[in-house]
């Protein structure tokens, strides 16, 4: 069994390269690294140097062309669809640049969703996501659809449902790269909080070296290849 020492995330030799036609354009080069519970890791770089594609690699988004990945020492590549699907409803939360809410559904119902997918019942999975409403500090607006919430309010709602099944694992591109300033850092700074709280492994994508420095650790990415600071 691999040892991973304390850790939740490891990615161990990971390359992967795109094919169009006869061209092959290798974005990531045998990239190695760790992350423990309760740890904020930054995930920086220049645009187009492949730190979403790491981030959907690890999310099993996309399949790894060769290296493995751990979760809690268990190897997550390859896997079924199947079993992808269930790690990524229960291990793994996600949060992007944009908030993907159903404009259809409030905040509170938003949230409920991926937990009644798990089966949990509606007035159990939208006692959670009172919970969690509560937790992120818009509970008053749990009953707003997202078109009658502000930017940060969208995201804030968007994180909230990332840890709507407790996930051990959260993902996050850009969380705040449609933000302003000071809401980004106040969403950045709520979060290290359940972080440390809840002791999640959370990775973060971003081009704000404001918010890269408040994180536990940065990880650069460029040309390929990853250092660690």
Do not use: W
């Not at 991973?4 to 169009?20: A, C, D, R, T, W």
């Not at 220049?46 to 099993?60: A, D, H, Q």
């Not at 009644?116 to 607006?141: C, H, W």
């Amino acid at each position: 069994m691999n040892d991973l020492k304390n850790g939740y995330l490891e990615v161990k030799k990971i390359s992967h390269s795109y094919k169009n036609g006869k061209n092959v354009t290798r974005v990531l080069q045998n990239i190695s690294f760790k992350i423990r519970k309760g740890e904020m890791v930054a995930l920086v770089g220049p645009s187009g140097s492949g730190k979403s594609t790491l981030l959907n690699l690890i999310g099993l988004l996309e399949n790894v062309n060769s290296g493995e990945i751990f979760l809690d020492n268990k190897l997550i590549n390859p896997s079924s669809y199947l079993s992808k699907d269930k790690i990524r409803l229960n291990q793994i939360g996600f949060v992007f640049q944009s908030h993907r809410l159903l404009p259809e559904f409030s905040a509170r119902e938003n949230i409920a969703i991926p937990q009644m997918l798990t089966g949990l019942t509606k007035s159990l999975a939208l006692e959670r996501s009172d919970e969690l409403l509560e937790m992120m500090n818009i509970s008053k607006r749990k009953n707003n659809r997202p078109g009658a919430l502000s930017g940060g309010e969208q995201q804030r709602v968007a994180i909230a449902r990332s840890l709507a099944n407790a996930p051990n694992i959260l993902l996050a591109d850009e969380p705040t790269g449609n933000l302003d300033p000071k809401t980004a850092i106040s969403i950045v700074n709520h979060l290290q909080k359940i972080v440390t709280k809840t002791k999640l492994t959370c990775l973060i994508v971003t081009h704000n070296m404001e918010i890269a420095d408040l994180m536990d650790k940065k990880l650069i990415l460029d040309q390929g290849n990853i250092v660690e600071k």
